[in-house]
């Protein structure tokens, strides 16, 4: 009995292991973009966030959240195959927002390794 319930535990290890070498993950170039000074004039800024599936399994964006309306994500909607890219592009509104400094975080959830990454927006509309 004792020999049965080590053999099946290793096995459920072994599958566990087996299991966590076939996901997705997701790398960013960079998590955040600061789009500087722009004026009220000009309120709606755009910018490109890449990223590259760096796991062994198909990744898939699930759902991308931004933390205020002001801010619109567009995404990657198909799978991205291993080593492929993807992207996700944020539409910033300052459209009657007031003047000043803003950063904004827009939450990724997808099938990788770490389910949630956040990216960040942030600029100053001035007069």
Same mark, same amino acid.
């Given at each position: 009995m @004792? @020999?049965?319930i080590?053999m %099946?535990l290793? =096995?459920?290890c /072994?599958?566990?292991y087996?299991e /966590?070498q076939?996901?997705?993950d997701? @790398?960013f170039?960079k998590t %955040?973009?600061?789009?500087g /000074?722009f %004026?009220e004039?000009s309120?709606?800024?755009?910018?490109?966030f890449?990223?590259t599936?760096?796991?062994?399994a198909?990744?898939? =964006?699930?759902?991308v959240?931004a933390s205020?309306?002001?801010?619109?994500p /567009?995404y990657?909607k !198909?799978?991205?195959a291993?080593g492929? @890219?993807g992207e996700v592009? =944020?539409? &910033?509104?300052?459209?009657g927002k007031?003047?000043?400094?803003f950063?904004?975080? =827009?939450?990724i959830?997808?099938?990788?390794v770490? !389910?949630?990454?956040?990216i &960040?927006v942030?600029? !100053?509309?001035?007069?």
């Amino acid at each position: 009995m @004792k @020999k049965f319930i080590i053999m %099946s535990l290793m =096995i459920f290890c /072994a599958f566990g292991y087996a299991e /966590a070498q076939n996901k997705a993950d997701i @790398k960013f170039d960079k998590t %955040s973009h600061n789009f500087g /000074a722009f %004026s009220e004039k000009s309120p709606i800024q755009k910018c490109t966030f890449t990223f590259t599936n760096v796991g062994n399994a198909p990744l898939v =964006i699930n759902q991308v959240v931004a933390s205020c309306g002001c801010t619109v994500p /567009a995404y990657t909607k !198909e799978p991205i195959a291993p080593g492929k @890219k993807g992207e996700v592009t =944020i539409t &910033y509104n300052g459209t009657g927002k007031p003047l000043g400094h803003f950063k904004k975080n =827009i939450t990724i959830r997808t099938n990788a390794v770490a !389910e949630m990454t956040r990216i &960040y927006v942030e600029g !100053e509309m001035t007069k």
